[in-house]
């Protein structure tokens, strides 16, 4: 009789991790704060973005934004 409550707490906790997980599986991981653009491949744009929220500074800005543009591939 023990092994069955074991065997239904398992389970019901593996079918809640797999809800929450299938639930939240799609989402950024910043999603919540609405800022979708961490996943953004742009390096240019993520650039913006740090320098916008304040976590580089703007020599650091400019000096990066000039190597990205040095290496950018020319199209």
């Known amino acids: ?8 707490v398992v389970g019901f906790w593996l079918a809640a991790w797999l809800l929450v997980r299938g639930v939240t599986r799609d989402r950024a991981p910043h999603a919540a704060h609405g800022d979708d653009s961490v ?3 742009d390096p240019a744009r993520l650039l913006d973005e740090r320098l916008a929220r304040g976590d580089i500074d703007l020599d650091d800005y400019l000096d990066r934004r000039g190597l990205i543009a040095d290496y950018a591939p020319r199209r």
């Open 1 to 8: 009789m023990w092994m069955l409550m074991v065997v239904c």
């Open 39 to 41: 996943t953004s491949s």
